[in-house]
């Protein structure tokens, strides 16, 4: 079984300040990971994705995570904030083949102070 | 805009009663999963279909129920409405099959009110 673990469900920065959103994975295969973004009132859209390969990930709006096996940690990061990125954040892992269960960590609130 | 299409966007109606909310998935995607997102209990999954069966089921109550037609498209139906129904249910399609990494795809989501 494959689960997530979001640390933090608030998490506060200044406009310009390191973001970092923590998220850690048990799977018992090499999973994939995944993270998404949701602003108000829309749906989740995906942020970024590890699948195989290099395990720094590049996504959209500036937004790199990094794939630690030996940490069971797929973390998100962003060097400077944005005030448009204040939105909830979620983690999510798969394994692959069968029929792509998909779990979701409980999900991250990020504000950002002006 | 994610290919996954949502009816209806919005909907209101009373304790008791009985709606159905319907998803077209993403072109050539076999997998549909529902999703409920309320204030108080985040974002729950329900449940999971692929290529007409069910494959996954999580927290989906009794009153709940779904299927997935020929035509790849899904239902979620709700019934004996309570008030603490009121929540957004998004759908969300993938490819489904081994060849994929479970990449969702989101709908806008239906938002819907139990008065």
């Known amino acids: 079984a494959q689960s997530v673990t979001q640390l933090g469900s608030h998490v506060s920065v200044s406009e310009g300040a390191l973001v970092l959103l923590r998220c850690n994975y048990s799977?018992?295969?090499?999973?994939?990971l995944f993270w998404y973004v949701q602003y108000p009132n829309q749906g989740l859209q995906l942020l970024l994705k590890?699948?195989?390969?290099?395990?720094l990930v590049k996504g959209i709006n500036g937004f790199e995570a990094e794939f630690k096996k030996s940490e069971t940690s797929f973390h998100l990061t962003k060097p400077s904030a944005h005030m448009s990125d204040a939105a909830e954040y979620f983690c999510?892992?798969?394994?692959?083949?069968?029929?792509?269960?998909?779990?979701f960590g409980t999900g991250t609130k990020l504000q950002v102070i002006p | 805009d994610s290919g996954v299409t949502q009816t209806p966007k919005h909907l209101i109606t009373a304790t008791g009663q009985r709606v159905t909310l319907r998803c077209s998935p993403r072109?050539?995607?076999?997998?549909v999963y529902w999703y409920q997102q309320s204030l108080d209990q985040g974002l729950q999954f329900l449940i999971q279909?692929?290529?007409?069966?069910?494959?996954a089921k999580g927290n989906i109550l009794e009153r709940f129920s779904a299927q997935q037609f020929p035509d790849l498209h899904s239902e979620l139906n709700l019934s004996s409405l309570e008030l603490g129904d009121s929540a957004l249910y998004f759908c969300?399609?993938?490819?489904?099959?081994?060849?994929?990494?479970?990449?969702?795809?989101f709908g806008e989501g239906s938002r819907l009110t139990v008065l």
């Open positions: 969300a399609s993938s490819v489904g099959s081994g060849g994929g990494t479970g990449e969702l795809f």
């Open positions: 799977s018992s295969v090499p999973p994939y």
């Open positions: 590890y699948t195989t390969g290099a395990t």
């Open positions: 999510a892992v798969s394994v692959p083949g069968g029929y792509q269960k998909v779990t």
């Open positions: 072109s050539g995607d076999l997998s």
């Open positions: 279909y692929y290529n007409g069966e069910e494959r």
